[in-house]
């Protein structure tokens, strides 16, 4: 959606009439005066999207997609899930889109704070949508491709983190299938529980495997990001000169 478009700010909304316009010279003012790279109209501090939202279980998917992202990622972004948003072009000219739908604004978070963008939260007023009109939003299953989203870009932007949480669980399940042939193996000198020990074997093999994946992975993930960077940069100078 970005790629035939070029310009000093871009604007993103929800075309459900659930943002005001009126907010919108607040949240591109940040990215006009070069002190953000994405500006994030914050529905949820202010306290009106639980007033006016009237939709079961929405409140409790922010909530846990919210502490789900900042979890991971040491921030404290107030309202991943927004629909409001403004972006300056380096933001625009470097973020790869490729959700198809409502995860497009979890991605977009996610992209900002691993490659260390400047990102900045504006409070907003929210509406409920017009009467009559129905929300194409499905609670469980645009949650859960959300979830999903959350935890395949951990993978790719974190991936040590990730292989190392499995690596951690196959261990702590080898342990416990094998801690008790062990024992019987000091105490007789003999294995009965002969699949019990081959189960531990699996398990332990799958908890290295899992951490030689994560240390590949990691050098890739690590190599990628100096290469956007460099791009980065790269960007931001063709950037200037178009300005002068």
């Known amino acids: 959606m970005f790629r035939d478009i070029d310009a000093d700010c871009y604007v993103v909304v929800d075309g459900d009439l659930t943002y005001p316009a009126t907010f919108v010279h607040e949240l591109i003012e940040p990215v006009i005066q070069g002190n953000a790279n994405m500006v994030i109209g914050d529905r949820l501090s202010n306290g009106t999207y639980t007033d006016e939202n009237k939709r079961a279980f929405h409140d409790l998917g922010n909530n846990l997609v919210k502490n789900t992202i900042n979890f991971l990622y040491k921030s404290d972004v107030k309202d991943i899930m927004t629909g409001y948003r403004a972006f300056d072009p380096l933001f625009v000219k470097t973020m790869p889109v490729m959700s198809p739908g409502f995860e497009i604004e979890t991605e977009m978070t996610i992209h900002a704070l691993d490659k260390r963008l400047n990102v ?125």
């Open 120 to 244: 900045k939260e504006v409070p907003i007023d929210y509406q409920d949508r017009p009467e009559g009109s129905e929300s194409k939003l499905n609670t469980y299953s645009d949650g859960f491709k959300v979830l999903r989203k959350i935890f395949t870009l951990f993978k790719e932007y974190k991936p040590l983190s990730f292989f190392t949480i499995w690596s951690v669980l196959f261990l702590v399940l080898g342990l416990a299938a094998g801690v008790p042939v062990i024992v019987e193996f000091v105490q007789t000198q003999f294995v009965e529980k002969v699949p019990s020990a081959i189960l531990a074997v699996g398990l332990i093999l799958l908890s290295v495997l899992s951490l030689i994946c994560g240390l590949i992975l990691d050098t890739v993930a690590s190599s990628q990001k100096k290469q956007y960077e460099v791009e980065l940069n790269r960007i931001a100078s063709d950037l200037r000169r178009e300005r002068r």
